[in-house]
């Protein structure tokens, strides 16, 4: 499987946005489907999954969960081989470390991450 380089997290006030980017390792491109990911620091307390957020299909299909239906738009440019993820209105709760692989095949190898904290 293909690792990802996700980028783009920070410390962001309540209210604020942010835009993550996400580019495949080495020359790999990206999936057909991509999804952004995220762990609380909850889920990673009690060794919980990452969370799928976000997803979009080459044939322009996306969905969200609920919590971030409104504020958060997922993207993707496929001649610059990158995804995206733009935050907007961040609340407290979006805190977590943030990352994007593939979607509808559960991955196996994931990257880094990058980390969203969301504190005044």
């Known amino acids: 499987q293909v690792q990802f380089v996700e980028s783009g997290g920070g410390l962001v006030q309540p209210g604020g946005s942010l835009r993550l980017s996400c580019v495949p390792s080495?020359?790999?491109?990206?999936?057909?489907?991509m999804g952004w990911y995220r762990q609380t620091p909850g889920n990673q307390r009690e060794g919980n999954q990452r969370?799928?957020?976000?997803?979009?299909?080459?044939?322009?299909?996306?969905n969200y969960v609920d919590s971030v239906k409104g504020r958060f738009t997922i993207s993707r440019d496929n001649g610059k081989n990158t995804m995206y993820l733009q935050m907007n209105d961040l609340k407290p709760e979006d805190t977590a470390v943030y990352y994007c692989?593939?979607?509808?095949?559960?991955?196996?190898?994931w990257g880094q991450g990058t980390r969203v904290t969301v504190s005044s």
């Open positions: 969370e799928l957020i976000a997803h979009i299909t080459n044939g322009g299909n996306i």
């Open positions: 692989n593939r979607a509808l095949v559960i991955p196996t190898v």
């Open positions: 080495g020359s790999a491109s990206l999936y057909y489907a």
